[in-house]
């Protein structure tokens, strides 16, 4: 053997061995949250919004109490960022995570509170083990706030900077329109392209919710009404997303009634206690047939 390779490998034998980080999917990572679907819908379906979050009384100790806020995305699609007054953001849709996103954003909150404000933080793709969201919060409903740029990224005055200027004008070109609904918690109508959908994040078990929907197939009370179609459905993070194709020209505020009246055809499904029958279970797998599921 040669004198360099013994060289190699007497310097690998004396390295210290890391542990290799195992990565685990958590398919429902906001279970427990009290707001469950909205945190879905700011995940998935939301292109701009924000929430202030309330740190635990743990955390509050050990790092004051600091404002926090929770936002549907950050610049390059950060997982967080520190202000220089202390202030942290952290962002929902980012490019790196692993399989339990709770876990992800709790150690990105937790690595933006050690960070020097206003420094860069750095965020592990994989945190291993440790504190997820439900651990680091104080939990209750998100006030969310929905905007129509991303204007609320910045400090006053940043936009007089060009290039600043330059990178928001193209991140809000980005967004579509979307409206948060108050038929229902965490249902949001959106305009894409020649044509507007209504999408929403159903809270209650999959099972359940799929048999509720497939009894309103049946019986051919899923549209949500005259020119809108039943497009099918999503699974994400362990809940059912339903999703309506709607007229284009059509206002937001115009189905705030047809999604209530929708909500309570679906109660009253969801309410049913007898099996389903021959057109409930061809309608159930039908809908099986046009779901996808996001991870």
Same mark, same amino acid.
């Given at each position: 053997?040669?004198?360099?390779?013994?060289?190699?490998?007497?310097?690998?034998?004396?390295?210290?061995?890391?542990?290799?980080?195992?990565?685990?999917?958590?398919?429902?990572?906001?279970?427990?949250?009290?707001?469950?679907?909205?945190?879905?819908?700011?995940?998935?379906?939301?292109?701009?919004?924000?929430?202030?979050?309330?740190?635990?009384?743990?955390?509050?100790?050990?790092?004051?109490?600091?404002?926090?806020?929770?936002?549907?995305?950050?610049?390059?699609?950060?997982?967080?960022?520190?202000?220089?007054?202390?202030?942290?953001?952290?962002?929902?849709?980012?490019?790196?995570?692993?399989?339990?996103?709770?876990?992800?954003?709790?150690?990105?909150?937790?690595?933006?509170?050690?960070?020097?404000?206003?420094?860069?933080?750095?965020?592990?793709?994989?945190?291993?083990?440790?504190?997820?969201?439900?651990?680091?919060?104080?939990?209750?409903?998100?006030?969310?706030?929905?905007?129509?740029?991303?204007?609320?990224?910045?400090?006053?005055?940043?936009?007089?900077?060009?290039?600043?200027?330059?990178?928001?004008?193209?991140?809000?070109?980005?967004?579509?329109?979307?409206?948060?609904?108050?038929?229902?918690?965490?249902?949001?109508?959106?305009?894409?392209?020649?044509?507007?959908?209504?999408?929403?994040?159903?809270?209650?078990?999959?099972?359940? &919710? $799929?048999? !509720?929907?497939?009894? =309103?197939? +049946? #019986? /051919?009370?899923?549209?949500?009404?005259?020119?809108?179609?039943?497009?099918?459905?999503?699974?994400?993070?362990?809940?059912?997303?339903?999703?309506?194709?709607?007229?284009?020209?059509?206002?937001?505020?115009?189905?705030?009634?047809?999604?209530?009246?929708?909500?309570?055809?679906?109660?009253? &499904? $969801?309410? !049913?206690?007898?099996? =389903?029958? +021959? #057109? /409930?279970?061809?309608?159930?797998?039908?809908?099986?047939?046009?779901?996808?599921?996001?991870?």
């Amino acid at each position: 053997m040669s004198k360099r390779r013994k060289n190699q490998r007497a310097a690998a034998d004396t390295a210290p061995r890391r542990d290799k980080v195992r990565d685990i999917f958590v398919p429902r990572p906001f279970e427990g949250l009290v707001d469950e679907p909205e945190w879905i819908a700011l995940r998935e379906l939301v292109p701009a919004a924000s929430a202030p979050l309330r740190l635990s009384p743990a955390l509050v100790e050990e790092f004051g109490d600091r404002p926090v806020t929770l936002a549907t995305v950050l610049p390059m699609a950060a997982p967080a960022i520190t202000k220089p007054d202390g202030r942290v953001l952290i962002g929902l849709q980012r490019h790196q995570q692993s399989g339990d996103v709770s876990r992800d954003l709790a150690e990105a909150l937790l690595c933006a509170l050690r960070t020097e404000p206003g420094g860069q933080v750095a965020v592990p793709p994989l945190p291993g083990p440790g504190p997820r969201l439900q651990d680091v919060l104080v939990d209750g409903p998100l006030e969310i706030t929905m905007h129509d740029g991303f204007e609320f990224w910045l400090d006053p005055g940043a936009t007089d900077d060009p290039t600043v200027q330059a990178s928001l004008e193209r991140a809000n070109a980005a967004i579509y329109p979307t409206v948060r609904l108050t038929a229902a918690k965490a249902a949001y109508w959106c305009q894409v392209p020649e044509k507007a959908h209504v999408r929403w994040v159903l809270p209650d078990e999959e099972d359940a &919710a $799929l048999d !509720a929907l497939a009894r =309103l197939g +049946a #019986a /051919g009370t899923l549209p949500l009404g005259e020119q809108t179609r039943f497009a099918g459905m999503f699974r994400a993070h362990g809940r059912l997303v339903p999703v309506w194709d709607l007229p284009e020209e059509t206002p937001a505020t115009d189905w705030e009634d047809p999604v209530a009246q929708f909500a309570k055809r679906y109660t009253e &499904a $969801l309410a !049913a206690s007898d099996p =389903l029958d +021959a #057109a /409930g279970r061809r309608a159930r797998q039908g809908l099986l047939g046009r779901q996808l599921t996001l991870r």
